[in-house]
Structures are given as structure tokens and as C-alpha cells.
T-cell receptor
Framework: EPEVTQTPSHQVTQMGQEVILRCVPI?????FYWYRQILGQKVEFLVS????????KSEIFDDQFSVERPDGSNFTLKIRSTKLEDSAMYFC??????????FGQGTRLTVV | AQSVTQLDSQVPVFEEAPVELRCNYS??????LFWYVQYPNQGLQLLLK??????LVESINGFEAEFNKSQTSFHLRKPSVHISDTAEYFC????????????FGGGTRLMVKP
């Protein structure tokens, strides 16, 4: 069964450092998303990406965040200058159309 | 815009007992509805979905959910739970357009006790 792959599984970074979280979508999927889940809290939408541009973003997705699909395969989330409150599980999800979204296993980001 | 409310943050239940996890949503447009399950230290797995057709949908491991448009609900039920069902369950809604994102409820932690 095809799956969404995220790397790394766990990232520890110093406050103020840049991090890049990577996602390999399911090959024929067209819609890509990032969500985050702060420990013990709900899953929150960050951004959606379609046709090489952001289609929708939440209030959480401020100027510190960016997404791109640089080589047509990987879908990345960059946080330019991490803050303690960015510590969370980050999930990539992809969708082929009017179907369910498939989620990766997540990257646990710990900012110290 | 949509919103999802899961009224119970935790549901403790004994093994082999029935369980219902409640989910209510609000939306100004037509929606698709989903239940995702998250086992400890794992990602989100789709449990079941309602897209159209029969309002009662079932999963392969005995869960079922019923879409009730008038009540704007999508409650999840299982007649007899197992220890292995212990997990966090998230109800989610999306608009019917292809690129719409998911809006999640706050989650319900199902704790099955022996």
C-alpha cells in the first residue's frame, strides 16, 4: 500500500535555528498539506499546497514558515527561526482528489 | 469554514463493553466526514469515512459511524471493545471540493481496561 514518508522522525533543535521537515507524498497525489499537533492538543491545519503554490494557510502559518516542492518529489516545511512553542508533532498529508487524506508518521520537533 | 466538537476528551471503558465516541460538526457547505485513530507514538490512520450514499459506514475492525445530517453528528460506535482499541480518536470534516483541508476535533482518548 502506498504511503506518505516523513523524515526525520525526531528533530531536536536550538531555539532560533532553522529546521526543514521533509515529506515524500504518494506518487500520483496532487494536494499536499502540513498539520501540527502540540503535545496533548488537537491536530491543527497549517497549510495546503497545490500546483506548486500555497492554496490555503492558517493563522499559525506566519512568515517564519515556508513550504516548497523543490524537486517535484519532496514536499518540505521550513521554519526559519524556531521558537519553543514550535515544539510539536508535524504531520504531512497528501490527497489524490475528492478522497481521504493520507498522513505520514509525523516528525516530532523539539525546540530547546 | 467548519468546526468539529468531540464532547468527551476521555472515555474509560472495560474490555468487551460497548462504546460510543461522540462527534458533532458545523459547516455552511456540504462535507465529508472521517474518523482517524492515533495509537501511542504513531501517526494518524484513517479508520472510516463518509463521502456519500449509506449513512452507516463500517471499518474492518468492528467500528461503525452514522452520519446524521439533521443532528450534524458522526458518532463512532463499537459493540465490544478490545484492549488493543486503546488510542486517541479524532473526528474530522472537510468540504467536498478536492483541495479542501481537514478540520479536526479535539480528540477522544479511549482507554480500554481489562
Amino acid at each position: 500500500e502506498p504511503e506518505v514518508t516523513q523524515t526525520p522522525s525526531h528533530q531536536v533543535t536550538q531555539m532560533g535555528q532553522e529546521v526543514i521537515l521533509r515529506c515524500v507524498p504518494i506518487s500520483n497525489h496532487l494536494y499536499f498539506y502540513w498539520y501540527r499537533q502540540i503535545l496533548g492538543q488537537k491536530v491543527e491545519f497549517l497549510v495546503s499546497f497545490y500546483n506548486n503554490e500555497i492554496s490555503e494557510k492558517s493563522e499559525i502559518f506566519d512568515d517564519q514558515f515556508s513550504v516548497e516542492r523543490p524537486d517535484g518529489s519532496n514536499f518540505t516545511l521550513k521554519i526559519r527561526s524556531t521558537k519553543l512553542e514550535d515544539s510539536a508533532m508535524y504531520f504531512c498529508a497528501t490527497k489524490g482528489g475528492r478522497t481521504e487524506a493520507f498522513f505520514g508518521q509525523g516528525t516530532r520537533l523539539t525546540v530547546v | 469554514a467548519q468546526s468539529v466538537t468531540q464532547l468527551d476528551s476521555q472515555v474509560p471503558v472495560f474490555e468487551e463493553a460497548p462504546v460510543e465516541l461522540r462527534c458533532n460538526y458545523s459547516s455552511s457547505v456540504s462535507v465529508y466526514l472521517f474518523w482517524y485513530v492515533q495509537y501511542p507514538n504513531q501517526g494518524l490512520q484513517l479508520l472510516l469515512k463518509y463521502l456519500s450514499g449509506s449513512t452507516l459506514v463500517e471499518s474492518i475492525n468492528g467500528f461503525e459511524a452514522e452520519f446524521n445530517k439533521s443532528q450534524t453528528s458522526f458518532h463512532l460506535r463499537k459493540p465490544s471493545v478490545h484492549i488493543s482499541d486503546t488510542a486517541e480518536y479524532f473526528c474530522a470534516v472537510t468540504g467536498v471540493n478536492a483541495g479542501n483541508m481537514l478540520t479536526f476535533g479535539g480528540g477522544t482518548r479511549l482507554m480500554v481496561k481489562p
